[in-house]
């Protein structure tokens, strides 16, 4: 048997779901002097059908706690709700709604109404992928 911290195992998740696996094989790999048990994750391409490895998340049961760096690309280890997705999704399209009244104004600069168009763009194509996200659960 295998202890893994639960943050770690949600991001390696998160991270198979985001590359397009849905399916992976587990392996627990046994320790042995010097080396931690470990839990090896291997994705399986249905349609190659071969499997990826991943890498392997390490016994934790008398390690430190956990850490995590994060960069602008990474996955968020924050589990939402439904509900909260559908709020977020609201709230894009009123963020959408009011950047285009604000374009209206003739009195805003141009690098403001080019920050503005930007920001658009980033809100629609984000409120997009989420609808079609979404479309599964209404």
Same mark, same amino acid.
């Given at each position: 048997?295998?202890?893994?911290?639960?943050?770690? #195992?949600?991001?390696? =998740?998160?991270?198979?779901?985001?590359?397009?696996?849905?399916?992976?094989?587990?392996?627990?790999?046994?320790?042995?002097?010097?080396?931690?048990?470990? #839990? =090896?994750? *291997?994705?399986?391409?249905?349609?190659?059908?071969?499997?990826?490895?991943?890498?392997?998340?390490?016994?934790?049961?008398?390690?430190?706690?956990?850490?995590?760096?994060?960069?602008?690309?990474?996955?968020?280890?924050?589990?939402m709700?439904?509900d909260? #997705?559908?709020?977020?999704?609201?709230?894009?399209?009123?963020?959408?709604?009011?950047?285009?009244?604000?374009?209206?104004?003739?009195?805003?600069?141009?690098?403001?109404? *080019?920050?503005?168009t930007?920001?658009?763009?980033?809100?629609?194509?984000?409120?997009?992928?989420? =609808?079609?996200?979404?479309?599964?659960?209404?």
């Amino acid at each position: 048997m295998i202890t893994v911290n639960v943050m770690e #195992l949600f991001l390696k =998740s998160a991270e198979l779901l985001a590359d397009g696996y849905e399916k992976v094989e587990l392996l627990e790999i046994d320790g042995d002097k010097g080396t931690p048990a470990s #839990l =090896s994750f *291997s994705a399986l391409d249905e349609i190659n059908e071969e499997s990826i490895d991943y890498e392997s998340i390490d016994d934790c049961l008398n390690d430190e706690k956990f850490s995590i760096s994060f960069s602008p690309g990474s996955i968020a280890p924050y589990p939402m709700t439904l509900d909260d #997705l559908f709020l977020i999704a609201h709230a894009l399209q009123n963020a959408i709604e009011n950047c285009k009244t604000a374009l209206d104004d003739k009195s805003i600069s141009a690098e403001l109404r *080019s920050e503005i168009t930007d920001s658009i763009k980033r809100f629609d194509s984000f409120y997009n992928n989420l =609808s079609s996200f979404l479309r599964e659960f209404q």
